[in-house]
């Protein structure tokens, strides 16, 4: 299992990719659901706000991605982790 978390923007030209510095697999997991085999232990399509720091250099300020089966998972908010989410039996809820 890799280390690195990569965001890839594909719907740009050229394609972009960038790695996630000092991020924590498990505060990941508790935010986003993770695939079976693959390159990649969560892949999904998301939303990303990203402020620049210095030259190649950014801020993640919201990230979130999107499950066809529980719609968006906000991951990180205002720079933060955002609150975990839970099933809850009918659906996905924020943790309490």
Not at 20 to 35: K, N, S, Y
Not at 55 to 74: E, H, R
Request: include cysteine; charge should be negative.
């Amino acid at each position: 299992m890799a280390d690195c978390f990569e965001v890839v923007i594909f719907d740009s030209s050229p394609e972009v990719t960038g790695v996630i510095e000092e991020w924590d697999r498990r505060e990941l997991a508790l935010r986003a659901v993770a695939g079976a085999g693959g390159k990649y232990s969560h892949c999904a399509r998301g939303l990303i706000t990203i402020r620049p720091v210095s030259l190649g250099l950014y801020d993640v300020i919201d990230l979130q991605f999107f499950y066809a089966s529980m719609g968006w998972c906000p991951v990180i908010r205002d720079g933060e982790y955002a609150p975990p989410v839970s099933y809850e039996g009918d659906g996905w809820g924020v943790s309490s």
